[in-house]
């Protein structure tokens, strides 16, 4: 279930196994090949669950969706307008002020993962 649903999250959002492991990697600094989202898709391999997190936030889906728990792909109502709203104003910023809000967050990402 959980291959499926990431396979077709993935292919709704327009995205290649390798653009989706380079937008992961960015994001959250790991090393995510497109070889092992493709063993995830064809459930030769399961993900560590916060994999699966990182996954849903980069696919803008729940947790719940891609573990076949939930129907609809879509994150609650809030954190989807506040997220579109927050992309909204990164939109249009210039790229140098994207990239150090970027920097910051995954700055910011990191010492949270270390409590």
């Not at 196994?17 to 092992?36: C, H, P």
């Not at 891609?66 to 990164?90: T, Y």
Request: proline share 2%; charged share 35%.
């Amino acid at each position: 279930m959980f291959g499926q649903n990431l396979r077709k999250a993935r292919t709704e959002k327009g995205l290649t196994l390798e653009k989706l492991a380079e937008i992961y990697n960015q994001r959250f600094g790991g090393g995510l090949s497109k070889g092992t989202l493709s063993k995830y898709e064809n459930e030769k391999q399961e993900p560590m669950i916060s994999v699966v997190a990182n996954l849903a936030t980069v696919l803008n889906v729940s947790v719940d969706y891609l573990l076949g728990k939930k129907d609809e792909p879509e994150v609650d109502a809030e954190k989807k307008q506040n997220r579109e709203r927050i992309m909204s104003m990164l939109e249009q910023l210039s790229e140098e002020r994207r990239k150090t809000i970027e920097n910051l967050i995954v700055l910011e990402w990191k010492q949270q993962q270390k409590k």
